[in-house]
Protein backbone atom coordinates (compact mmCIF):
# COMPACT_ATOMS: atom_id res chain seq x y z
CA UNK A 1 0.00 0.00 0.00
CA UNK A 2 1.48 3.26 -0.90
CA UNK A 3 1.47 5.98 0.98
CA UNK A 4 -0.28 9.52 0.08
CA UNK A 5 1.83 12.46 -1.05
CA UNK A 6 1.43 15.94 -0.26
CA UNK A 7 0.12 16.72 -3.85
CA UNK A 8 -2.12 13.81 -3.34
CA UNK A 9 -3.50 15.71 0.13
CA UNK A 10 -3.38 18.92 -1.74
CA UNK A 11 -5.57 17.72 -4.79
CA UNK A 12 -8.11 16.29 -1.76
CA UNK A 13 -8.41 19.20 -0.16
CA UNK A 14 -8.80 20.98 -3.35
CA UNK A 15 -11.52 18.53 -4.62
CA UNK A 16 -13.15 19.19 -1.14
CA UNK A 17 -13.41 22.96 -1.78
CA UNK A 18 -14.42 22.87 -4.67
CA UNK A 19 -17.53 20.35 -3.91
CA UNK A 20 -18.67 22.90 -1.46
CA UNK A 21 -18.64 25.39 -3.76
CA UNK A 22 -21.45 23.49 -6.14
CA UNK A 23 -24.09 24.61 -3.75
CA UNK A 24 -23.25 28.35 -3.41
CA UNK A 25 -23.64 29.64 -6.85
CA UNK A 26 -26.93 31.38 -5.65
CA UNK A 27 -26.13 33.88 -3.16
CA UNK A 28 -28.14 34.61 -0.22
CA UNK A 29 -29.72 37.75 -0.06
CA UNK A 30 -30.25 39.05 3.54
CA UNK A 31 -33.70 40.59 4.86
CA UNK A 32 -35.59 40.05 1.72
CA UNK A 33 -38.12 38.41 3.85
CA UNK A 34 -38.73 35.55 1.12
CA UNK A 35 -41.13 33.61 4.16
CA UNK A 36 -43.60 35.93 2.71
CA UNK A 37 -43.13 36.05 -0.94
CA UNK A 38 -40.39 36.11 -3.53
CA UNK A 39 -38.13 38.71 -4.47
CA UNK A 40 -40.64 39.31 -7.84
CA UNK A 41 -42.69 40.69 -6.14
CA UNK A 42 -40.50 43.52 -5.00
CA UNK A 43 -39.41 44.68 -8.18
CA UNK A 44 -38.37 48.13 -8.59
CA UNK A 45 -40.21 50.46 -11.23
CA UNK A 46 -38.82 54.03 -12.30
CA UNK A 47 -41.37 55.54 -9.82
CA UNK A 48 -39.17 53.87 -6.91
CA UNK A 49 -36.11 56.61 -8.01
CA UNK A 50 -32.79 56.46 -7.70
CA UNK A 51 -32.53 54.46 -4.69
CA UNK A 52 -29.46 55.64 -3.30
CA UNK A 53 -30.66 54.48 0.68
CA UNK A 54 -31.23 51.21 -0.70
CA UNK A 55 -27.82 50.96 -2.52
CA UNK A 56 -26.22 51.96 1.11
CA UNK A 57 -28.11 49.40 2.76
CA UNK A 58 -26.55 46.47 -0.02
CA UNK A 59 -22.84 47.95 -0.18
CA UNK A 60 -21.37 45.18 0.96
CA UNK A 61 -22.49 42.04 -1.46
CA UNK A 62 -20.76 38.52 -0.69
CA UNK A 63 -18.87 37.22 -4.03
CA UNK A 64 -20.16 33.67 -4.65
CA UNK A 65 -17.14 30.53 -4.90
CA UNK A 66 -14.57 32.15 -3.12
CA UNK A 67 -14.89 30.58 -0.02
CA UNK A 68 -12.13 27.31 0.60
CA UNK A 69 -13.40 26.59 4.10
CA UNK A 70 -12.45 23.01 4.33
CA UNK A 71 -14.95 20.23 5.18
CA UNK A 72 -13.03 18.64 8.46
CA UNK A 73 -12.79 21.79 10.44
CA UNK A 74 -9.52 19.52 12.07
CA UNK A 75 -7.46 21.11 9.06
CA UNK A 76 -8.38 24.42 9.67
CA UNK A 77 -7.48 26.96 12.56
CA UNK A 78 -10.68 29.08 12.25
CA UNK A 79 -13.91 28.52 10.87
CA UNK A 80 -15.68 31.30 9.20
CA UNK A 81 -18.08 33.26 11.05
CA UNK A 82 -21.84 32.04 10.44
CA UNK A 83 -25.16 33.54 10.02
CA UNK A 84 -27.46 32.62 13.36
CA UNK A 85 -29.78 29.25 12.48
CA UNK A 86 -32.66 29.21 14.30
CA UNK A 87 -35.90 27.43 15.04
CA UNK A 88 -39.29 28.46 15.77
CA UNK A 89 -41.77 28.00 18.16
CA UNK A 90 -45.17 28.63 18.85
CA UNK A 91 -48.26 27.91 20.93
CA UNK A 92 -52.32 28.19 19.60
CA UNK A 93 -55.35 27.08 21.76
CA UNK A 94 -57.96 24.71 19.82
CA UNK A 95 -59.17 26.02 16.52
CA UNK A 96 -56.49 28.72 16.09
CA UNK A 97 -54.02 26.71 14.03
CA UNK A 98 -54.14 28.67 10.60
CA UNK A 99 -53.72 31.65 12.54
CA UNK A 100 -51.04 30.57 14.11
CA UNK A 101 -48.97 29.11 10.97
CA UNK A 102 -49.72 32.90 9.27
CA UNK A 103 -47.94 34.25 12.49
CA UNK A 104 -45.31 31.71 12.37
CA UNK A 105 -44.54 32.67 8.70
CA UNK A 106 -44.44 36.09 9.30
CA UNK A 107 -42.32 35.77 12.26
CA UNK A 108 -39.84 33.70 9.80
CA UNK A 109 -40.07 36.61 7.68
CA UNK A 110 -38.55 39.11 10.61
CA UNK A 111 -36.16 36.16 11.68
CA UNK A 112 -34.65 36.35 8.17
CA UNK A 113 -35.03 40.43 7.69
CA UNK A 114 -32.90 40.53 11.09
CA UNK A 115 -29.98 38.12 9.20
CA UNK A 116 -30.80 34.70 10.31
CA UNK A 117 -31.39 31.54 8.58
CA UNK A 118 -34.58 29.87 9.78
CA UNK A 119 -34.40 25.78 9.90
CA UNK A 120 -37.66 24.56 11.36
CA UNK A 121 -41.00 25.90 12.73
CA UNK A 122 -42.90 23.80 15.50
CA UNK A 123 -46.34 24.70 16.55
CA UNK A 124 -47.63 23.28 20.01
CA UNK A 125 -51.49 23.03 20.62
CA UNK A 126 -52.36 23.77 23.96
CA UNK A 127 -54.48 25.94 25.71
CA UNK A 128 -52.58 28.29 27.51
CA UNK A 129 -48.94 28.96 27.82
CA UNK A 130 -46.81 26.91 30.39
CA UNK A 131 -45.92 29.36 32.60
CA UNK A 132 -42.37 27.94 33.61
CA UNK A 133 -41.37 27.17 29.85
CA UNK A 134 -43.48 28.16 27.55
CA UNK A 135 -44.27 24.76 25.88
CA UNK A 136 -44.22 22.54 29.15
CA UNK A 137 -41.10 20.16 30.48
CA UNK A 138 -42.26 17.15 27.91
CA UNK A 139 -42.28 19.16 24.69
CA UNK A 140 -39.06 21.78 26.02
CA UNK A 141 -37.18 18.32 25.73
CA UNK A 142 -38.20 17.44 22.54
CA UNK A 143 -37.31 20.55 21.13
CA UNK A 144 -34.23 19.94 22.51
CA UNK A 145 -33.56 17.08 20.74
CA UNK A 146 -34.73 19.17 17.16
CA UNK A 147 -32.15 21.89 17.50
CA UNK A 148 -29.73 19.25 17.92
CA UNK A 149 -30.68 16.90 15.30
CA UNK A 150 -30.72 20.23 12.80
CA UNK A 151 -27.72 22.29 14.42
CA UNK A 152 -29.52 25.37 15.36
CA UNK A 153 -27.85 27.72 17.76
CA UNK A 154 -30.88 29.91 18.93
CA UNK A 155 -34.64 29.33 19.40
CA UNK A 156 -37.15 32.17 18.58
CA UNK A 157 -40.92 31.93 20.53
CA UNK A 158 -43.40 33.49 18.37
CA UNK A 159 -44.42 35.95 21.96
CA UNK A 160 -43.29 37.80 24.19
CA UNK A 161 -41.31 35.72 26.99
CA UNK A 162 -41.44 36.33 30.52
CA UNK A 163 -37.55 36.35 32.00
CA UNK A 164 -38.12 33.15 33.84
CA UNK A 165 -39.66 31.23 30.87
CA UNK A 166 -36.66 31.89 28.52
CA UNK A 167 -34.15 31.67 31.41
CA UNK A 168 -36.21 27.96 32.17
CA UNK A 169 -36.37 27.10 28.13
CA UNK A 170 -33.05 27.80 27.62
CA UNK A 171 -32.41 25.15 30.47
CA UNK A 172 -33.68 22.49 28.57
CA UNK A 173 -32.74 23.19 24.79
CA UNK A 174 -29.05 24.44 25.80
CA UNK A 175 -28.87 27.26 22.95
CA UNK A 176 -30.13 30.90 23.36
CA UNK A 177 -33.91 31.64 23.58
CA UNK A 178 -35.46 34.74 22.60
CA UNK A 179 -38.97 36.06 21.67
CA UNK A 180 -40.46 37.96 18.71
CA UNK A 181 -40.09 41.21 20.60
CA UNK A 182 -36.22 40.70 20.69
CA UNK A 183 -36.27 40.28 17.02
CA UNK A 184 -38.41 43.54 15.76
CA UNK A 185 -36.52 45.51 18.10
CA UNK A 186 -33.57 44.44 16.49
CA UNK A 187 -34.59 44.69 13.16
CA UNK A 188 -35.57 48.35 13.89
CA UNK A 189 -32.15 49.32 15.81
CA UNK A 190 -30.63 47.96 11.99
CA UNK A 191 -32.77 50.06 10.22
CA UNK A 192 -32.86 53.13 12.47
CA UNK A 193 -31.05 56.07 10.33
CA UNK A 194 -32.11 59.04 11.69
CA UNK A 195 -31.47 60.79 14.96
CA UNK A 196 -34.75 60.79 16.29
CA UNK A 197 -35.45 57.26 15.06
CA UNK A 198 -32.18 55.92 16.74
CA UNK A 199 -33.61 57.56 19.68
CA UNK A 200 -36.37 56.18 19.78
CA UNK A 201 -35.11 52.77 19.36
CA UNK A 202 -32.56 52.50 21.87
CA UNK A 203 -35.83 53.69 24.51
CA UNK A 204 -37.77 50.82 23.12
CA UNK A 205 -34.45 48.27 23.46
CA UNK A 206 -34.02 49.86 27.43
CA UNK A 207 -37.75 49.88 28.12
CA UNK A 208 -37.87 46.02 27.28
CA UNK A 209 -34.38 45.20 28.99
CA UNK A 210 -35.08 46.98 32.23
CA UNK A 211 -37.18 44.13 33.98
CA UNK A 212 -35.05 41.34 32.50
CA UNK A 213 -31.53 42.67 33.61
CA UNK A 214 -29.87 39.22 35.44
CA UNK A 215 -27.20 38.33 37.13
CA UNK A 216 -24.15 36.53 34.53
CA UNK A 217 -22.20 34.36 36.55
CA UNK A 218 -19.49 35.54 38.65
CA UNK A 219 -19.83 39.06 37.15
CA UNK A 220 -22.30 39.43 39.22
CA UNK A 221 -21.13 38.00 42.15
CA UNK A 222 -19.65 40.62 44.95
CA UNK A 223 -20.93 39.02 48.84
CA UNK A 224 -18.01 37.92 50.65
CA UNK A 225 -18.33 34.34 51.94
CA UNK A 226 -16.20 33.17 54.89
CA UNK A 227 -12.54 33.44 55.13
CA UNK A 228 -11.65 33.46 51.45
CA UNK A 229 -13.94 35.90 50.55
CA UNK A 230 -16.19 35.48 47.48
CA UNK A 231 -15.39 32.37 45.18
CA UNK A 232 -12.53 31.92 46.91
CA UNK A 233 -10.41 34.89 45.58
CA UNK A 234 -9.16 35.93 48.92
CA UNK A 235 -8.41 39.48 49.93
CA UNK A 236 -10.04 42.14 48.08
CA UNK A 237 -13.23 40.27 47.03
CA UNK A 238 -15.31 41.41 49.62
CA UNK A 239 -17.85 44.00 48.42
CA UNK A 240 -21.22 45.13 49.47
CA UNK A 241 -22.75 42.07 47.77
CA UNK A 242 -25.35 41.70 44.76
CA UNK A 243 -25.81 45.51 43.88
CA UNK A 244 -24.03 45.62 40.35
CA UNK A 245 -27.44 45.18 39.29
CA UNK A 246 -28.98 47.61 41.04
CA UNK A 247 -26.38 49.88 39.59
CA UNK A 248 -27.35 48.84 35.94
CA UNK A 249 -30.70 49.60 36.56
CA UNK A 250 -29.78 53.17 37.53
CA UNK A 251 -27.33 53.39 34.36
CA UNK A 252 -30.46 52.26 32.64
CA UNK A 253 -33.22 54.57 34.23
CA UNK A 254 -30.84 57.94 34.00
CA UNK A 255 -30.63 56.49 29.56
CA UNK A 256 -34.06 56.72 29.49
CA UNK A 257 -34.68 59.58 30.77
CA UNK A 258 -31.80 61.46 28.66
CA UNK A 259 -33.62 59.67 25.66
CA UNK A 260 -37.07 60.96 26.21
CA UNK A 261 -35.83 64.38 26.74
CA UNK A 262 -34.03 64.14 23.52
CA UNK A 263 -37.35 62.98 22.14
CA UNK A 264 -39.58 65.89 23.45
CA UNK A 265 -36.39 68.12 22.19
CA UNK A 266 -37.00 66.92 18.44
CA UNK A 267 -40.83 67.68 18.83
CA UNK A 268 -40.41 71.85 18.61
CA UNK A 269 -39.24 71.14 14.80
CA UNK A 270 -41.59 68.58 13.81
CA UNK A 271 -44.38 70.95 15.52
CA UNK A 272 -43.74 74.07 13.70
CA UNK A 273 -43.66 72.03 10.28
CA UNK A 274 -47.08 71.15 10.90
CA UNK A 275 -47.81 74.39 12.45
CA UNK A 276 -46.82 75.86 9.24
CA UNK A 277 -48.96 73.47 7.13
CA UNK A 278 -52.02 74.23 8.82
CA UNK A 279 -51.11 77.93 8.56
CA UNK A 280 -51.07 78.07 5.07
CA UNK A 281 -54.29 75.04 4.95
CA UNK A 282 -52.10 72.82 3.15
CA UNK A 283 -54.13 69.70 3.90
CA UNK A 284 -51.74 66.39 4.78
CA UNK A 285 -52.50 62.51 3.76
CA UNK A 286 -50.77 59.62 5.65
CA UNK A 287 -49.90 56.67 4.06
CA UNK A 288 -50.46 53.65 6.97
CA UNK A 289 -50.31 49.82 7.30
CA UNK A 290 -49.09 46.79 7.74
CA UNK A 291 -45.49 46.57 7.16
CA UNK A 292 -43.79 45.23 4.03
CA UNK A 293 -47.32 46.40 2.06
CA UNK A 294 -46.01 48.46 -0.29
CA UNK A 295 -46.39 51.97 1.04
CA UNK A 296 -43.04 53.70 0.00
CA UNK A 297 -43.90 51.55 -3.02
CA UNK A 298 -47.14 53.74 -3.30
CA UNK A 299 -45.42 56.80 -2.21
CA UNK A 300 -43.28 56.83 -5.22
CA UNK A 301 -45.72 56.02 -7.72
CA UNK A 302 -48.24 58.55 -6.51
CA UNK A 303 -45.01 61.31 -6.45
CA UNK A 304 -41.86 59.79 -7.65
CA UNK A 305 -40.36 60.67 -4.27
CA UNK A 306 -37.62 57.99 -4.26
CA UNK A 307 -37.55 57.11 -1.06
CA UNK A 308 -36.33 53.42 -0.01
CA UNK A 309 -37.61 50.43 -1.13
CA UNK A 310 -37.22 47.12 -0.18
CA UNK A 311 -38.46 43.48 0.29
CA UNK A 312 -38.11 43.53 4.07
CA UNK A 313 -39.93 44.09 7.18
CA UNK A 314 -39.55 47.71 8.78
CA UNK A 315 -37.25 48.83 5.95
CA UNK A 316 -39.05 52.39 6.43
CA UNK A 317 -39.44 53.40 10.01
CA UNK A 318 -38.68 57.59 9.81
CA UNK A 319 -41.70 59.14 8.48
CA UNK A 320 -41.33 60.78 4.68
CA UNK A 321 -43.37 64.17 3.88
CA UNK A 322 -43.84 64.74 0.49
CA UNK A 323 -45.06 67.50 -1.40
CA UNK A 324 -47.91 66.97 -3.98
CA UNK A 325 -50.74 68.57 -6.55
CA UNK A 326 -54.36 68.00 -7.47
CA UNK A 327 -55.05 67.75 -11.16
CA UNK A 328 -56.25 71.27 -11.11
CA UNK A 329 -52.84 72.52 -8.84
CA UNK A 330 -53.75 72.51 -5.14
CA UNK A 331 -51.71 71.35 -2.83
CA UNK A 332 -51.46 68.57 -0.32
CA UNK A 333 -48.66 66.73 1.44
CA UNK A 334 -48.31 62.79 1.36
CA UNK A 335 -46.12 61.13 4.56
CA UNK A 336 -44.96 57.56 4.65
CA UNK A 337 -45.15 56.35 8.21
CA UNK A 338 -43.59 53.24 9.88
CA UNK A 339 -45.63 50.14 9.14
CA UNK A 340 -47.34 47.77 12.17
CA UNK A 341 -47.53 44.15 12.33
CA UNK A 342 -49.11 42.07 14.57
CA UNK A 343 -48.15 41.85 18.87
CA UNK A 344 -46.71 44.69 17.82
CA UNK A 345 -44.21 45.45 21.07
CA UNK A 346 -45.98 48.33 23.18
CA UNK A 347 -42.94 49.76 23.59
CA UNK A 348 -42.48 50.68 20.00
CA UNK A 349 -46.06 52.13 19.52
CA UNK A 350 -44.65 54.59 23.07
CA UNK A 351 -41.17 55.50 21.74
CA UNK A 352 -42.42 55.88 17.92
CA UNK A 353 -45.97 57.88 19.35
CA UNK A 354 -44.05 61.32 18.17
CA UNK A 355 -43.80 59.59 14.48
CA UNK A 356 -47.47 58.52 14.41
CA UNK A 357 -48.68 61.65 15.48
CA UNK A 358 -48.03 62.33 11.42
CA UNK A 359 -50.49 59.63 10.97
CA UNK A 360 -53.04 61.15 14.06
CA UNK A 361 -52.80 65.06 12.49
CA UNK A 362 -53.97 63.76 9.27
CA UNK A 363 -56.67 65.14 7.10
CA UNK A 364 -57.41 61.60 4.85
CA UNK A 365 -55.50 58.57 5.88
CA UNK A 366 -54.74 55.84 3.21
CA UNK A 367 -54.78 52.48 4.62
CA UNK A 368 -52.40 50.32 2.62
CA UNK A 369 -53.16 45.96 2.38
CA UNK A 370 -50.99 44.14 0.98
CA UNK A 371 -53.39 41.98 -1.05
CA UNK A 372 -51.48 38.80 -1.58
CA UNK A 373 -51.14 38.19 2.37
CA UNK A 374 -52.46 34.73 3.22
CA UNK A 375 -54.58 36.55 6.21
CA UNK A 376 -55.60 40.39 4.90
CA UNK A 377 -57.96 40.54 7.42
CA UNK A 378 -56.27 40.44 10.16
CA UNK A 379 -53.50 43.30 8.70
CA UNK A 380 -56.87 45.18 8.38
CA UNK A 381 -57.40 44.52 12.28
CA UNK A 382 -53.72 44.99 13.36
CA UNK A 383 -53.24 48.35 11.61
CA UNK A 384 -56.72 50.27 12.99
CA UNK A 385 -56.23 48.96 16.48
CA UNK A 386 -52.61 50.92 16.25
CA UNK A 387 -54.22 53.73 14.86
CA UNK A 388 -56.83 53.91 17.81
CA UNK A 389 -54.00 53.87 20.32
CA UNK A 390 -52.76 56.70 18.46
CA UNK A 391 -56.15 58.58 17.90
CA UNK A 392 -56.62 58.43 14.63
CA UNK A 393 -59.72 56.37 14.47
CA UNK A 394 -61.85 59.11 13.84
CA UNK A 395 -60.23 60.51 10.48
CA UNK A 396 -61.64 59.49 7.05
CA UNK A 397 -59.85 56.32 5.48
CA UNK A 398 -59.24 54.69 2.19
CA UNK A 399 -58.50 50.76 2.08
CA UNK A 400 -56.06 50.27 -1.08
CA UNK A 401 -55.34 46.58 -1.09
CA UNK A 402 -51.52 46.07 -3.09
CA UNK A 403 -49.98 43.89 -5.28
CA UNK A 404 -53.38 43.65 -7.22
CA UNK A 405 -51.54 41.78 -10.13
CA UNK A 406 -50.99 38.93 -7.61
CA UNK A 407 -54.68 38.53 -6.72
CA UNK A 408 -57.09 36.61 -8.77
CA UNK A 409 -60.32 37.37 -9.54
CA UNK A 410 -61.56 35.14 -6.59
CA UNK A 411 -59.46 36.82 -4.41
CA UNK A 412 -61.05 40.06 -5.56
CA UNK A 413 -64.05 39.35 -4.70
CA UNK A 414 -62.93 38.02 -0.66
CA UNK A 415 -61.42 40.84 -0.08
CA UNK A 416 -63.86 43.57 -1.34
CA UNK A 417 -65.96 41.95 0.92
CA UNK A 418 -63.68 42.38 3.88
CA UNK A 419 -63.72 46.31 2.65
CA UNK A 420 -66.21 47.67 0.28
CA UNK A 421 -65.32 50.82 -1.70
CA UNK A 422 -61.86 48.99 -1.33
CA UNK A 423 -59.09 50.38 -4.73
CA UNK A 424 -56.76 47.56 -5.78
CA UNK A 425 -53.89 48.74 -7.24
CA UNK A 426 -49.97 47.62 -7.86
CA UNK A 427 -46.75 49.57 -6.98
CA UNK A 428 -45.12 47.60 -9.40
CA UNK A 429 -47.50 47.66 -12.99
CA UNK A 430 -48.86 50.92 -12.32
CA UNK A 431 -52.46 49.43 -12.21
CA UNK A 432 -55.36 51.72 -10.29
CA UNK A 433 -52.60 54.31 -9.66
CA UNK A 434 -54.83 56.96 -11.46
CA UNK A 435 -58.37 55.45 -9.40
CA UNK A 436 -56.49 56.17 -6.21
CA UNK A 437 -55.08 59.48 -7.26
CA UNK A 438 -58.48 60.23 -8.03
CA UNK A 439 -59.97 59.16 -4.53
CA UNK A 440 -57.46 61.04 -2.51
CA UNK A 441 -58.20 64.06 -4.42
CA UNK A 442 -62.06 63.86 -3.52
CA UNK A 443 -61.12 62.75 0.17
CA UNK A 444 -59.08 65.99 1.03
CA UNK A 445 -61.10 68.43 2.76
CA UNK A 446 -62.81 71.19 1.34
CA UNK A 447 -61.37 74.74 2.76
CA UNK A 448 -64.22 76.16 4.84
CA UNK A 449 -65.26 79.84 3.04
CA UNK A 450 -67.00 80.24 0.10
CA UNK A 451 -65.48 83.69 -2.01
CA UNK A 452 -66.38 85.42 -4.72
CA UNK A 453 -64.07 88.69 -5.36
CA UNK A 454 -62.75 90.74 -8.03
CA UNK A 455 -59.11 90.74 -7.13
CA UNK A 456 -57.11 93.60 -8.67
CA UNK A 457 -54.60 92.73 -11.52
CA UNK A 458 -51.72 94.02 -9.27
CA UNK A 459 -52.85 91.88 -6.52
CA UNK A 460 -52.12 88.66 -8.43
CA UNK A 461 -50.24 87.17 -5.36
CA UNK A 462 -54.22 86.19 -3.81
CA UNK A 463 -54.74 84.50 -7.27
CA UNK A 464 -51.78 82.52 -7.15
CA UNK A 465 -52.89 81.37 -3.29
CA UNK A 466 -56.50 80.74 -4.26
CA UNK A 467 -55.15 78.25 -7.04
CA UNK A 468 -52.63 76.95 -4.08
CA UNK A 469 -54.44 76.16 -1.41
CA UNK A 470 -57.88 76.85 -2.42
CA UNK A 471 -60.40 75.04 -4.85
CA UNK A 472 -61.43 77.32 -7.38
CA UNK A 473 -64.62 77.04 -9.04
CA UNK A 474 -64.51 79.55 -11.89
CA UNK A 475 -62.53 82.25 -12.86
CA UNK A 476 -62.91 85.39 -15.74
CA UNK A 477 -60.98 88.04 -16.61
CA UNK A 478 -62.83 91.52 -16.89
CA UNK A 479 -61.81 95.29 -17.07
CA UNK A 480 -61.32 95.57 -13.09
CA UNK A 481 -59.39 92.69 -12.51
CA UNK A 482 -60.17 88.77 -12.18
CA UNK A 483 -63.19 87.66 -10.80
CA UNK A 484 -62.81 84.29 -8.98
CA UNK A 485 -65.43 81.81 -7.14
CA UNK A 486 -63.82 79.69 -4.75
CA UNK A 487 -63.55 77.73 -1.56
CA UNK A 488 -60.78 78.96 0.09
CA UNK A 489 -59.44 79.31 4.09
CA UNK A 490 -60.51 81.51 6.77
CA UNK A 491 -57.16 83.44 6.58
CA UNK A 492 -56.90 83.85 2.87
CA UNK A 493 -61.10 84.54 2.87
CA UNK A 494 -59.83 87.49 5.62
CA UNK A 495 -57.30 88.89 2.98
CA UNK A 496 -59.97 88.55 -0.16
CA UNK A 497 -62.58 90.33 1.86
CA UNK A 498 -61.72 93.57 0.90
CA UNK A 499 -62.19 92.67 -2.88
CA UNK A 500 -65.46 90.82 -2.07
CA UNK A 501 -68.41 90.96 -4.81
Do not use: C
Request: zero cysteines; a negative charge.
Amino acid sequence: MTKPTDNDSAQDALDRVLANAEPRVEPRVFGSAQALQDAATAAHTDADGAQWDLEDRHALRRVVGLSTELEDVTEVEYRQLRLENVVLVGVYPQGAQEDAENSLRELAALAETAGAVVLDGLLQRRPHPDPATYLGRGKAQELRDIVAAVGADTVIADTELAASQRRALEDVVKVKVIDRTTVILDIFSQHAKSREGKAQVELAQLEYLLPRLRGWGDSMSRQAGGQVGAGGAGMGSRGPGETKIELDRRRIRTRMAQLRRQIRDFAPARDAKRAERKRNTIPSVAIAGYTNAGKSSLLNALTSAGVLVENALFATLDATVRRTETADGRVFTLADTVGFVRNLPHQLVEAFRSTLEEVADADLIVHVVDGSHPDPSAQLQTVRDVMGDVGARSIPEIVVFNKADLVSPDERLVLQGLAPGAYFVSSRTGEGIEELRAAVEAGLPMPAVEVRALVPYDRGDLVSAVHDSGVLISSTHEEGGTAIHAHVSERLAAELAPFGV
